[in-house]
């Protein structure tokens, strides 16, 4: 079994991790001294920390990522980490109005948090399968969110957030509204979003639902961007069917499809068929969630306040 003495030279087989970090380069092995010149001339490189956070080594794990290197979501770098972290979790937690199912933990995103993101979405709250994934949008409502991606030629460069942290007691009513703008939340949700514009290249906004039409509008950024405000997939088809087509060919002249993406610009018909859902990508899920999570449907319900069914029927091949 490897130990931190397999990665270092000897002088530094007593430091901890934490001096390992802003030691020299020249600390691992492998990396002699004049190496460890080379990279702080040519990239500013001075420290261990410094290398494992060079943009160009990110850059080049994001290209194997995109060629299915690791197949699942290893989650948030430093960055997008420390802002998770910095979430106003007591707030929602300690809510007088008790709106919040905080039986459960919250739910942050989906998509990439690696700046290759040209899309950006935004949803109301994390229902069951969302919270049992730790991803946002992967039950039923997310498989057609996903199916109308696959219409944009959209395969990876979306990032998905929602404008609640916690799932929500009831619909988005006149006291959701006024929730939504308390300074904690509406001020964290604002700085997500500012943090997407400002990391990733995006082309455009979409809405899911009222409840995120209203976090969007309350977004002092959203009038620099292409928004388009998509009724929620879980209403009824005759509507959300039609609405979709309406926005169908803004959203596929705002949007340029991924490399390997193919656009398909037919219109839904009047109800959703098998087409129209697609499964969650796998590069969108966690490493070991079970092979059938974010696919055919939703497979958990609530079952009161603190216990969640999980439906783990295998799906057919």
Known sequence: MKSIKDFVDAAYKNKSIAEILEASPAALKGISAADAEKLDAAFGVKSVRDLANLKYVRNAQTLLAMNGIPDFDPGPGPIWQ???NDAPLAHYINHPQQRFRIDFSPVFYRGRLDGTAR???VGQDPSTDEILAQRAFVGSSGQRLQGLLHKLGITR???????FLYGINGQFDNTMKKITQEDAILNYRNALFDQVVAANNIEAVITIGAGARDAVERWPEHQQHAVYNLIHPSAPENM???DWNKH???LLNSISPDDDGVVDA???GVQYTAGDEKKIPRYDLPFGIPV???TNGTRSIRDGADKIIWNAVTPAA
């Open 82 to 84: 420390q802002m998770f």
């Open 119 to 121: 899309l950006l979405i």
């Open 157 to 163: 460069s979306y990032i998905i957030l929602n404008t």
């Open 240 to 242: 959300v069917l039609p």
């Open 248 to 250: 169908l060919p803004d």
């Open 266 to 268: 037919t219109p839904y």
């Open 292 to 294: 059938w999570h974010g």
